[in-house]
C-alpha cells in the first residue's frame, strides 16, 4: 500500500490546486476548501461560534492527530505552491533543517492577537492568506511570493517547517499522530537519498530518525528509498519521541515564553482594535461586514471575495483603506448575490442568507436637487422599489428602506446621487 501513498496524496494535492486557481480566477467556487484553512477557520470560529467553524476545527484536527500534517501537503495551497517550484530544483545536497522554537512565539502571537479582534499578524503570516494575495497581484503578496520562492530553491520547504504559524499549530499535534513516516534502522544503509528529496528537511539519516513534527506527509521519501526502509503506519516505540525533550528545564521555559507572547497578543490585538476604531475611514463594505471598524480587525486580505465579485465593486486594500471594500464607480452590487458572504473564510463577512443580504444596509442614496433632471430612471430601476417622486418629479428616497445597493447611482445620467456608507450595518423590517 506504501508505494501508492505518494500518488493518492499527489493526486488529491492536484485536484485542490486546480480548485484553488479556479476559485482565484473568478470561475467559481468548486470546493469549500477555503473553509478548512487553519487559521481563517481558527478567526471564524472566534467570531461566528459557528458550528461549521466548530466541525472543520475537529476534522482538521482529527486528521492530523491520525495522519500527521496532511493538511500541508493537500489543502494548503502556499504549501502547494512550493511543492510546485520545489520540484524544477530538486537540489543534490542533503537538507537538514533544525527546529525552530521562535515559530512557536509567532504562532502563539498570531492565535493570540485573533482572539483579542485583530487579524493583522495573521494576514502577514497565514500562508492562505499569503498565497490569495499574491495571486491577485497584492504588493505585500508578490513580495512575499519572491522572498519564498527564492528561499524555497535554496531551502526547500524552510517557511512552513519553521516560521508558518499553522505549520506549527498541526506539527504539535503531527508530532503525537498515530501514523508516522518511521525508518526500519536494520535496513538502512544510510545512503542520504531520502533526506536529498525531504523538502522539509524532517529526515536525520544518520541517526535513522524523522521528525515527524515538521514532516508534510509528500511521501517523498518513501518512493525513493533504494531498501524500502521507511515506512508510514504506527511506528515501533524506539522510533516515538518522548514528551519531554532531553532538556525538560528548556521544554518549560519555551512553554512559558509561548503563553505570555499569547498574552501578549491578545493584549495586542484588543489594543489594535481599538486604535483601529478611532483611525478608520467610513466605507462601504459588503453585506454582512457589520461595521468599518470591526471589518478592518477581521479581514485577512485574502481577496478571494475580489476575486470573485461578479459585479468587480470589491476592491483590494490601498493606501486609503487597509482592507478590501465596495466602489461603485463602474458598477453597483446585485440585489440578488451574496457570493462575498458564502466564500469569506474568515468571517469579516459574516455567512447571512440572500434574503437578510437584500435587507442589510450598507449605506443611504442622496440625490443632489441641483443636478438632478427628474427623468425618474432611479425610481424604475430600483430593484426595492422604494423611490418615489414627487409633483415636481424629483425622486425622494427613505432613509429606512434605502439599502444602499447602488443601483440608482449606477443608472443616473448626470451623476445626481451618490451613496453614503453607513455607520453600522443594519438588517431593515
Known sequence: MEKYYRLIRGSAAVLVFLAVIAAFAGLGYPLKIFDGQLLPLIGRAAIEFSVGAAVWLALLTGITL?????????????????????????????????????????????????????????AHTDPYTLFGNGIVGGAF????????????????????????PAGAILGLLGKRAALKIYVDADRCVGCGLCA???PTGSIDFANKCVDNETCVKCFACLAVCPQKCLHYGKAPQTQTQPFFSASRRQFLANGAAVLVLLAAGVRGGFELAKITAQKVKKRLLPAG???????VDRCLNCNLCVANCPMKIIKKADADFPAVHLDYGENFCDYDCHRCSEICPSGAIRRISLEEKQRTQLGIAL???????RCGLCAMKCPRQIIERDDEGRPCISSDKCIGCGVCQSTCPVDAIRIEAAERQKVLE
Open 367 to 373: 440625490v443632489d436637487d441641483k443636478v438632478c433632471i
Open 289 to 295: 461586514a457589520q461595521n468599518v471598524a470591526a471589518f
Open 141 to 164: 503578496g508578490i513580495g512575499v511570493w519572491i522572498v519564498l520562492l527564492g528561499l524555497v530553491w535554496f531551502k526547500k520547504r524552510w517557511f512552513c517547517a519553521n516560521l508558518c
Open 196 to 198: 536529498r528529496h525531504c
Open 66 to 122: 491520525v495522519g500527521g500534517r496532511l493538511y500541508c501537503s493537500v489543502l494548503c495551497p502556499l504549501g502547494l505552491l512550493q511543492e510546485a517550484v520545489g520540484l524544477l530544483h530538486r537540489g543534490k545536497k542533503c537538507l537538514i533543517i533544525r527546529n525552530r522554537s521562535y515559530k512557536y512565539g509567532l504562532a502563539a502571537a498570531v492565535i493570540g492577537m485573533l482572539a483579542g479582534g485583530s487579524a493583522w499578524l495573521a
